[in-house]
């Protein structure tokens, strides 16, 4: 009997230093919070931590460090049975971010630190063995690396139909350039910051133009096996709006509301994690798999990290 395939995803792994403060610090004083914590961060790497609670087998794949400031990290993967065999290492200490929880506003401020830790290379990337996956999900970064990460898993696809991958990418930071990646991809999420980049002040706005980019693109690298994408874009406490480009419904989804937030640290990458599990693992269609997304970031926010997580049922 074969082993079950599992969800690779594809990013950066992180040192997260939390604060959970009464309300916001003023500038040049000297405050006590009323908490303080370590926590595994990084897009993908929560991505995974949500997963992993919601029952899926999953993998994490990027560059990691034999540094001592990395062993936490490490060691809370394995506490989460997230696979890590597979990520290469470096000897630099890992990036890190401070986090302010405030928690009479339910806001989150986050100041990232990171100095040129190297990030995943293709050639690292070539070393996978691709029939041990359902799906693969990328943060957008390098567009280069990652370009030919998908193009391969592209490959792959063509010669393996009947166990195809599907790949997702998560647009958030803020480059035009990235919707190369999005055009290879079947599933593509938009975050918000990089729709105000653009100039989008809706999610509807940010769907649209995030299809006509694509269709754009397509236009000039004119191919016929072009993935007909699932454009996703969550708007925070407001809604995430969908189109499903190969039938062209498209659907507004209100977010479900929450009266006490107590950590929304990592909301956007639960919601991108648990939609994929609904489209994965529990074969949902897209309308469902969203209203699935919206109702586990929901239920994460009113508590404390990711390990809640698997208590979330419908």
């Not at 506003?105 to 359902?134: C, M």
């Not at 919707?179 to 918000?192: E, N, T």
């Not at 419904?249 to 509301?257: D, G, H, I």
Request: hydrophobic residues 35%; charged residues 25%.
């Amino acid at each position: 009997m074969s082993e079950e395939r599992r969800v690779l995803c594809v990013g950066m792994c992180v040192l997260d230093i939390i604060h959970l403060c009464a309300e916001y610090p003023q500038e040049d004083t000297d405050k006590r919070c009323l908490d303080g914590y370590w926590q595994r961060g990084g897009n993908a790497s929560n991505n995974c931590s949500v997963l992993s609670k919601l029952g899926a087998k999953c993998e994490f794949l990027g560059m990691t460090s034999s540094a001592a400031a990395f062993q936490f990290l490490y060691e809370d993967c394995k506490q989460r049975n997230i696979i890590i065999k597979n990520c290469p290492k470096t000897t630099m200490n890992p990036p890190f971010s401070s986090v302010l929880l405030v928690k009479n506003k339910g806001t989150r401020t986050i100041v990232h630190a990171n100095t040129g830790f190297p990030i995943l290379k293709y050639k690292e990337f070539q070393k996978i063995n691709l029939h041990d996956y359902s799906w693969i999900h990328f943060e957008g970064r390098n567009v280069d690396e990652t370009k030919q990460m998908i193009d391969m898993i592209r490959k792959h696809n063509e010669k393996h139909k009947e166990k195809r991958i599907k790949i997702s990418i998560e647009l958030e930071k803020l480059n035009k350039d990235l919707y190369i990646l999005a055009m290879r991809s079947d599933v593509v999420f938009v975050g918000k910051d990089i729709a105000h980049h653009m100039g989008w002040s809706t999610a509807k706005e940010a769907v649209c133009n995030s299809q006509k980019i694509i269709n754009d693109l397509k236009s000039i690298e004119p191919e016929e096996n072009w993935p007909l994408q699932q454009i996703i874009c969550p708007w925070g406490s407001e809604c995430a709006d969908v189109l499903d480009v190969a039938t062209n419904e498209y659907n507004s989804l209100p977010a479900v509301p929450v009266e006490n937030i107590v950590d929304s640290l990592g909301a956007g990458d639960t919601f991108v994690a648990a939609v994929i599990y609904a489209l994965n693992n529990l074969q949902k269609n897209l309308k469902q798999a969203v209203e699935y997304g919206n109702q586990v970031a929901a239920f994460k926010i009113q508590q404390r990290g990711y390990d809640c997580v698997e208590n979330f049922n419908i």
